[in-house]
């Protein structure tokens, strides 16, 4: 099956820092979506980013999906932004996402 | 809309004992799955359903059952619960399968003892 892959594993950084989490996805994928996980478990959508560049707010992200890896920013963080990252993806079909291990990030106030 | 919603929040289960997880959606939505979260790694899939009265096994399908007799609701059966079965549980939904944004529920945390 298709392998996904999530660098750093871990990332501690002081409020207002900015910050790049990384997905990398072994084949061509039609969904690729990023998620955050709370420190109280719920699954929040971030983007839909099978390809191109999307914003949010402080948060944005870009998918390169010819070189097959997906980029999440998040800018001037906030302890709020604590949690879990993940990056799914889905080659198409029924076959569900497929998730990566998470970025787990800590914001210091 | 409510979105996603699952009950219960919590179980604790004794081994052996079967239950069932609920799942229901007010979207619409054709394409309704269920996933597994362990500690430390991401959710795998268990079984999906493109539509009322079409299921199919996901990764990790064994020990669980699924139906789907109307498009809002996507019950998940533990058969007779094992300690391996301790996990938290999302369901999610999506328009179709493949190309669409999934919306999760929030989750049922399942302890078997």
């Known amino acids: 099956g298709i392998q996904v892959e999530q660098s750093p594993p871990d990332l501690i950084l002081q409020e207002g820092a900015n910050s790049t989490l990384r997905c990398n996805f072994s084949d061509s994928v039609n969904n690729l979506q990023w998620f955050h996980q709370n420190p109280w478990g719920q699954l929040i959508n971030l983007f839909y980013i099978p390809s191109g560049t999307k914003q949010n707010g402080r948060l944005s992200a870009t998918t390169v999906a010819t070189e097959r890896y997906s980029l999440l920013y998040i800018s001037s963080s906030q302890t709020t932004d604590s949690g879990v990252y993940f990056c799914a993806v889905e080659r198409g079909g029924a076959d569900g996402l497929t998730f990566g291990k998470g970025t787990h990030l800590i914001i210091q106030p | 809309n409510a979105g996603v919603t699952q009950t219960p929040k919590f179980q604790v289960l004794k081994t052996g004992q079967s239950m069932t997880l609920q799942c229901a959606q007010d979207m619409n939505h054709e394409y309704m799955s269920w996933y597994r979260q362990d500690p430390g790694m991401g959710l795998r899939l268990i079984h999906y359903?493109?539509?009322?009265?079409?299921?199919d096994q996901g990764e990790v399908p064994n020990g669980y059952n699924v139906s789907r007799s109307t498009t809002e609701d996507f019950p998940l059966r533990l058969l007779s619960a094992a300690p391996s079965q301790t996990s938290v549980y999302f369901c999610a939904s999506s328009w179709r399968e493949g190309t669409d944004t999934q919306y999760f529920g929030p989750g049922t945390r399942l302890t078997v003892l």
């Open positions: 359903s493109v539509g009322a009265g079409i299921t």
